[in-house]
Nanobody
Framework: QRQLVESGGGLVHIGGSLRLSCSASGFDLDYFAIGWFRQAPGQQREGVSCISSSDGGTNYAESVKGRFTISRDSAKNAVYLQMNSLKPDDTAAYYC?????????????????????WGQGTQVTVSS
């Protein structure tokens, strides 16, 4: 079966850092775009970042530009989200999702409903 598993969430103080991992099993992540999404209580799920399946191009939400970095490790079949200078507004459940096929070659143009596989989520809490 194809699965995604997130890890690395936790509780940090404002200004701290966390590194989230998205590990895949049952399929080769090199052929998929990977998106990171987050959802805070009472809020809509929003896209945070994505990395394309073709040239590795990346995209970031305006709210996290300069603070978050997405990267791919093909040898480990994993994608990471390095989060620095964390703010209370970053508090949310974070999910990774995979998008295959031609739409994965330019992830910034893909909508949330196009992603085929989702992880269970990992909680990030930033205290003030």
């Amino acid at each position: 079966q194809r699965q995604l598993v997130e890890s690395g969430g936790g509780l940090v103080h404002i200004g701290g850092s966390l590194r989230l991992s998205c590990s895949a099993s049952g399929f080769d992540l090199d052929y998929f775009a990977i998106g990171w999404f987050r959802q805070a209580p009472g809020q809509q799920r929003e896209g945070v970042s994505c990395i394309s399946s073709s040239d590795g191009g990346t995209n970031y939400a305006e709210s996290v530009k300069g603070r978050f970095t997405i990267s791919r490790d093909s040898a480990k079949n994993a994608v990471y989200l390095q989060m620095n200078s964390l703010k209370p507004d970053d508090t949310a459940a974070y999910y990774c999702a995979a998008l295959g096929g031609p739409r994965g070659t330019m992830c910034m143009s893909a909508g949330e409903n196009e992603y085929s596989y989702w992880g269970q989520g990992t909680q990030v809490t930033v205290s003030s």
